[in-house]
């Protein structure tokens, strides 16, 4: 697929300098660029590379003046960084612009279809499941009964949704993804064995939200375990029975919410956090990675450690910590003197 200059300026709403019917077909790094190929200067540490790379097309800030001869056509804008994402959307949309239904294939008689889909083969569509417009399931998706999909939602291959569960629009939800599998309800019995809770609950999913691969989301006790609008959530993450996660809020991989714990809107949760369960997590909560938090958490509080504390007291501990050995051996020391009456 290729793109001339004046295209991608039109797309861009920028200013070409340069020759408007060079054409492009491949995405690069300024340093690494080829002919043929489009790139973007928006850091200034990258300078140096508009003037050796090789790249047929280079988007640069509207304020930009080269210094040296330039041989790349140059696509003037206001923000480069915000132009070349839309153009990596714009290109997103275009190499996922499937359509259709693929064979073999199940769909219920029941399920209901909106307008523009399209269903990858080996996908199974369940009882009284309602998908709404511009929906791609990629193949090997399975789908449950009464599960609803709203509108320009894109399930990548392998994905699991299980029964009743709700899923607005906008969303994106990544390869090897489980939602609303049972969550983790036994009750202990007198003579050791466990007995199984049923969780007959399920999953939320409000819209804009994307879920990174692997990632599981356990179905509710009783209710509903909910992530709010805008909730970005990467690789393996695991959010048990009734968690809520607020809107906007980002969390990193390899992190684990136990049961019922709520979480506040605009947290940042770095990697391999773990939140045990029945806790209220504040707004804007920062967590640094590999955190424990076993408390109640307050509105805009940094949290780092395990057990986690205060942000700016773990970095003074931190000091301490890493000369307990020479401390001890001083107050060892100090110790022996003042036995020995020195």
Same mark, same amino acid.
């Given at each position: ?34 002919? !043929? ?25 509207? @304020? ?22 839309? &153009? &990596? ?19 219920? @008689? ?15 569509? !369940?009882?009284?499941?309602?998908? =709404?417009?511009? %929906? ?7 789908? =449950? ?7 320009? %939602? ?12 709700? %899923? ?49 989301? @356990? ?13 970005? &959530? ?24 136990? =049961? ?24 804007? %909560? ?54 020995? =009456?020195?």
């Amino acid at each position: 697929m290729k793109f001339t200059a004046a295209q991608i300026a039109e797309i861009l709403e920028g200013e070409i300098e340069g020759n408007p019917d060079v054409e492009v077909s491949e995405l690069a790094k300024i340093e690494e660029g080829g002919e !043929g190929s489009l790139t973007f200067l928006s850091n200034p540490k990258y300078t140096s590379y508009i003037y050796s790379t090789q790249a047929s097309i280079a988007i640069v800030n509207s @304020d930009f003046v080269a210094e040296e001869p330039i041989n790349t056509t140059l696509i003037k804008v206001k923000d480069a960084y915000k132009a070349f994402s839309t &153009l &990596l959307e714009y290109y997103n949309q275009i190499k996922l612009n499937k359509k259709g239904i693929e064979q073999p294939s199940f769909l219920s @008689d029941s399920a209901k279809f909106g307008d523009n889909i399209y269903i990858g083969a080996f996908a199974y569509i !369940g009882e009284n499941v309602k998908i =709404g417009d511009n %929906v791609k399931l990629y193949p090997n998706v399975y789908i =449950g009964d009464n599960v609803e999909i709203g509108d320009n %939602v894109i399930v990548f291959p392998g994905v699991k949704i299980y029964s009743e569960t709700i %899923v607005g629009n906008n969303c994106v939800i990544h390869s090897g993804v489980i939602v609303g599998a049972d969550g983790f309800g036994f009750s202990p019995g007198e003579d050791g064995k466990y007995t199984k809770v049923p969780q007959i609950g399920n999953v939320i999913i409000e819209d804009y939200v994307d879920i990174g691969a692997g990632t599981t989301i @356990d179905r509710a006790t009783l209710g509903s375990t909910i992530i709010r609008e805008g909730v970005k &959530l990467d690789n393996q993450i695991q959010i048990a029975h009734n968690v809520e996660i607020g809107s906007h809020t980002a969390i990193a991989a390899q992190t684990g919410i136990a =049961g019922s714990t709520k979480i506040g809107k605009n947290c940042l949760i770095g990697g391999q956090v773990g939140i045990v369960g029945h806790l209220q997590i504040g707004d804007r %909560v920062k967590i640094q990675a590999q955190a424990g938090i076993g408390r109640n958490v307050k509105d805009d509080e940094m949290l780092q450690g395990s057990p986690a504390f205060g942000y700016g007291d773990f970095n003074k501990s931190y000091v301490h910590f890493k000369n307990l050995p020479k401390t001890i051996d001083t107050l060892n020391q100090l110790e022996k003197k003042i036995k020995n =009456g020195i």
